[in-house]
Every structure is written in C-alpha cells, then in structure tokens.
C-alpha cells in the first residue's frame, strides 16, 4: 500500500523569496516519486522525478526536490519564486507496478 | 507535436445523455489511463490499459466504461450522465505500467459538466 499527503493545501510567496511545497509519502516498497505541475485549465506537467539514483533531484525550471527516507518526505524547493511558477502542483508516489498515487494538490500564488 | 490529445475540450451534457471522451498518443507507449479532476480531490484513476487488448478497474470505475481500440487510442464512455460525473477528464499515457520510474504524460484535459 502507499499514500502521499501534501501538507499545505496553499502556499503564498512573494515574488523573489524562495518555495517550500511539502510531501510526506508512505509506501511498502521502494518508491518512485514525482512532482507534477498544473497551470491554470491546462494538462499536468512533469516537473521532476526520483527513482533511487541520486537523493536530490533537479527538474524544470529551477526546481529541487530531496528525498529523504528517513524522514519519509520528497518537498519540492526553488530559491526565487517568479509570478510564472504561480500553479497548482502534485506530489506523486508509486512502487514497482502499483498504480501511482497522487496527493490532493498545492496552489501556489506568487505575490508581486 | 509529440503528446496526448484528447477531444473534446468541453462539453455540457444532459442527465442521462451519453458520450465518448477520446484520447489518443503518438508516443508508442504501452500504457494508457483515464483520471478525474475534481477540486480538492487529486487525481483519481477510473480505468487503465497496461497494454493493448487490455483493460482494468481503477479506484473510481462506476458509470464509465473504456475501450483500447488499438495501442494509439483509449476512448472513455459514460453511458448515461449523471451530475455527479461533472469533472475534468485526463488521459494520461506511460511507457511501462504505472510509469517505473518514468512518468505520465497527460492530455490538456476534458472539462464535462452534466445538468
């Protein structure tokens, strides 16, 4: 079994500050987790993803996301927020051929 | 361009009225998925194709049915709409079952409302 909980629900930052979009995941097996991200009426874009290799992933558009198994989290970080990362973002997680589960999502508003 | 399309974009049915979301990939992959969007919700995923002449419940099947035409295309068909079906449709294809390690890629999505 596995299951991915996005601890905020929204986040707000000011334009230039940096992004924290928090991710705890629990799963039976090794994981593969992903970040995905929607703009408005538009599809899900991929935006990074782990599976086992190095621990901190980097993806587009100056997004980072640090595994730790420990602490069983994935959050996703940028250092400086620019009003086009202003989205809704998804935290994923599956395992081997287990279907892939999807947290309930993060808007991200980015205040000029 | 590379991708998943789906047709159509929007579309207003009437209760009991019935319809075919069609989703298509040029991207020679095995597997193909069918998700709702509902607000607050995630992505929830109705039916699944791991490969072609293949075709499984997910976590929401009830007043859908799918179809695997050929390795291409995964057609969504509500036979008789509810209100409670009012959502936003994404088709989602993966070279491997599930992704392994490797990811979706989505269609832009079916805004359906039911009235």
């Known amino acids: 079994a596995q299951s991915v909980t996005q601890l905020d629900s929204h986040v707000s930052v000011s334009e230039g500050t940096p992004v924290l979009l928090r991710c705890n995941y629990s799963?039976?097996?090794?994981?593969?987790l992903f970040w995905y991200v929607q703009h408005p009426n538009k599809g899900l874009q991929l935006l990074l993803k782990?599976?086992?290799?190095?621990?901190l992933v980097k993806g587009i558009n100056g997004f980072e996301a640090e595994f730790k198994k420990s602490e069983t989290s994935f959050h996703l970080t940028k250092p400086s927020a620019h009003m086009s990362d202003a989205a809704e973002y998804f935290c994923?997680?599956?395992?081997?051929?287990?279907?892939?589960?999807f947290g309930k999502g993060t808007k991200l508003s980015v205040i000029p | 361009n590379a991708g998943v399309t789906q047709t159509p974009k929007f579309q207003v049915l009437k209760t009991g009225q019935s319809m075919t979301l069609q989703c298509a990939q040029d991207?020679?992959?095995?597997?193909m998925y069918w998700y709702r969007q509902d607000p607050g919700m995630g992505l929830r995923l109705i039916y699944y194709?791991?490969?072609?002449?293949?075709?499984d419940k997910g976590e929401v099947p009830n007043g859908y049915n799918v179809s695997r035409l050929n390795k291409r295309e995964f057609s969504l068909r509500l036979e008789s709409a509810a209100p409670s079906q009012t959502s936003v449709y994404f088709c989602?294809?993966?070279?491997?079952?599930f992704g392994e390690g490797y990811g979706y890629t989505f269609g832009s999505g079916t805004r359906l409302t039911v009235v």
């Open positions: 989602a294809s993966s070279l491997y079952t």
């Open positions: 799963s039976s097996y090794s994981p593969s």
């Open positions: 782990y599976t086992s290799a190095a621990t």
């Open positions: 994923v997680v599956g395992a081997g051929s287990y279907q892939l589960t």
């Open positions: 991207m020679n992959h095995n597997s």
């Open positions: 194709s791991a490969s072609e002449g293949t075709t």
